[in-house]
Each structure stands twice: as structure tokens, then as C-alpha cells.
């Protein structure tokens, strides 16, 4: 098993692209299309590819509030299988000199997913652990 370490984010302007090097596409709708499974290396960030995971969202123009979601749900889910620290979430242009992909902050998506202000509308970890708690007490008749 490979190695883990970063996570690089990228933006691509289609997701019919066939020379595609990336684990997950991330789409206008919101919805995430494993691309290449995490367990094998993608060709996504040349003398980085071997200990990441690159997650591209698909463009053109700025990431939607969709997009935005699954990219925080989808990175926090790797920071915790892979123990990755938030400060190795990078963008590709803090890696490649010269390129602005993936066309975020990065500095404020790292803070917004330390102080879970990415999701501002959205439900905590804890809140849905509590709510699925809840159901399976209903569907077992436990209160």
C-alpha cells in the first residue's frame, strides 16, 4: 500500500478529458467521480504524484457552492484515512511554479476546513453521527 501524504488540488475545464491523471473529478453538480483509484498513483503533479491524491474541480469559471461541498467532505475524508495533516493540502500552483490551478485560495480553504467555515450551511460530523444514532434507535425500537 502506497504511502499517503498530501493532498493537491487541481482545476480542469472538462472532465471528458481522457488523459485525465486525476483520483477524483469533482463536477458543476457537485457530484464526485472516482477517476482513478486512490490506491494507485495518478500522473497528476510530476515528482509529486507517488504520496498524493490530486481532486480536480471542473470549470471553467469559479467553483460552484456544490463543488465546494464535496471538495470539503471528499478532503476531509482523506485527512482522516490517511492521518494527513491540513497543512498538506496544497494547490497545484504552491507545488508548479508558474500555474494558478487550481484557482483558489488556499490558504483560506485551509482555514475554512480547520474551522469548518467551508460548509456554513451544512450539518457538523457530529451533528449526522447523532441524527444516524437517532435512527438506527427508531428502526430498533430503542429510545
Not at 481522457?18 to 486512490?38: F, L, W
Request: proline content about 3%.
Amino acid at each position: 500500500m502506497r504511502q499517503i501524504k498530501k493532498i493537491i488540488i487541481h482545476c480542469t475545464t472538462s472532465s471528458d478529458d481522457k488523459n485525465a491523471e486525476y483520483h477524483i473529478i469533482i463536477h458543476k453538480d457537485g457530484s464526485c467521480q472516482n477517476n482513478i483509484p486512490e490506491s494507485n498513483i495518478a500522473k497528476h503533479l510530476k515528482d509529486h504524484n507517488r504520496n498524493s491524491i490530486g481532486i480536480a474541480w471542473v470549470g471553467p469559471g469559479e467553483i460552484t457552492l456544490e463543488q465546494k461541498k464535496t471538495l470539503d467532505s471528499t478532503i476531509r475524508r482523506i485527512l482522516k484515512i490517511y492521518d494527513i495533516s491540513i497543512n498538506d493540502i496544497y494547490g497545484h500552483y504552491e507545488l508548479c511554479t508558474g500555474k494558478t490551478c487550481p484557482n483558489l485560495d488556499m490558504d483560506g480553504l485551509r482555514k475554512s476546513i480547520r474551522t469548518e467555515e467551508y460548509l456554513p450551511d451544512g450539518p457538523s460530523d457530529d451533528e449526522i453521527e447523532i441524527s444516524l444514532i437517532d435512527i438506527e434507535n427508531q428502526v430498533l425500537g430503542e429510545d
